[in-house]
């Protein structure tokens, strides 16, 4: 662990309306690290990566991305970071107008101009990173299953080799197998690539398995902060009765407005 | 007073967006002039816009044509003027109805389209993952469309207005009785260059305003499938009115001295 952490977020709010969403998150993620956060529906997991993302602009705070301040970020510095980013989307977020290798390669012919032939040779590579054939390359992401999109979503994550990537509720939507399918691809790309990654989830048994460190949201902000191995002795009653699952404890579950 | 305050709150709520189409067309003209310029993109979306647009704003002219040519010998007959009619179907075709029909069916066909494209990557996040990949969603979806309705709605309404004075040519040399030559000749003995011109600048107009309205309205959807079909409406009604607004001022400017 080096001093300055990849990403450093202080004191982060962000509302819409009158709705306070964020109010105070600190977080740190560590080079080479692999932090999750966890928290229940509507709890701003969400709008915290889309504040580093710089998709949402934060009231006020900061968020460092290697020791770069993105709140008040210029667009060239911000287009530095993104260069060094990949995301996975919820939904995969593929683009349906194009074609599954021109998905995973649309980084690396857009954003750093390679030449298309090259750029899809090294796409359908990735693709076989992520267990998928090479014969899909030339199909409609719409005509592929969610466990293959998001794994087409997880390829296009990696293909330009970030140092950070972030992943959003990588296992929702798919079944368990599928998912630790994908909880085995994360943690192997990460891995390799040596980036540090920030992933939101209320899936337990993929925080678990993608974690070095777990931090969980709470009413806008990090209630609990610490290694995945203390997540089961740890005594913080909130995330005891997350973990859980609890329906009785101290969260208050406001469901008629989640 | 309970009347003033909901008439208030619409004022306010039309200029805000007001504010927010005139920030949109700002941005977009200011990626316009700079690069990286996705000329492949531009093409593509000539094809779509243009070319795929031709089938409808050709019938529609024609018809038009065909149309005015009946309805004003049956006028111009009243008063023995019938000679006029071809000169009333070319001004009337190159200067109002080409345009304007061409304008609000492409408005129906590609604003639509734009509109229910945009929105959908925008509810499914891939408006989001372009800036993730470091390329500008202005440049990538909103620059490439806006810059082919500019170039290809005068392209369409030249041929339209083709179109709608061979329309009218057919009704009133086969229907009406006219000398072929003589139809002709009274096409173009009364044409001015202005008239031409003056209805491919609307076209122009037409075609950012068409394209803008659906980039617009797709970029800002929110809310699911309901919210993709409100951006839909909304990029059609707003166009087909801007539309007709902008006819009269474009007009106005052109022709009052």
Redesign the interface.
Known sequence: MSNTAKISLRNVHKGFGPKKVLQGVDLDVAKGESVAIIGGSGTGKSVTL?CV???LTPDQGSIKVDGVEMTTASQAER?AM??K???L???A?????LTVWENVA??LI??QGMKPAKARDLAIARLEDVGLAADIANMSPASLSGGMQKRVGLA?AIA?EPEIL?FDEPTTGIDPIMGDVINDLIVKCTRELGASAMTITHDMASARKIADRVAMLYQGKIIWDGPVADIDTSDNPYLQQFVAGDIEGPLELDLKHL | MPIFAPVGHMFLTFLALVGRVTVFAGRTIGHMVTPPIYFRLIFKQMREIGYFSLPVVAMTTLFAGMVLALQSYSGFSRFSAESAVATVVVISMTRELGPVLAGLMVAGRVGAAIAA?IGT?RV???I????????NPFK?LVVPRVIAGLITLPVLVLIGDIIGVMGGYLVGVNKLGFNDGSYIRNTFQYLEQLDVVSGLVKAAVFGFIITLMGCYHGYHSRGGAQGVGQATTNAVVSSSILILISNYIVTELFFTR
């Open positions: 889309k993302l710089g998709l287009d993104l260069a980013t990949g995301m989307f919820q939904g977020a593929l683009f349906d107008s649309f980084g857009e954003g296009r330009t972030f | 494209e990557m499914t996040e891939q989001d993952a372009l800036v993730t990949l470091s390329t990538y």
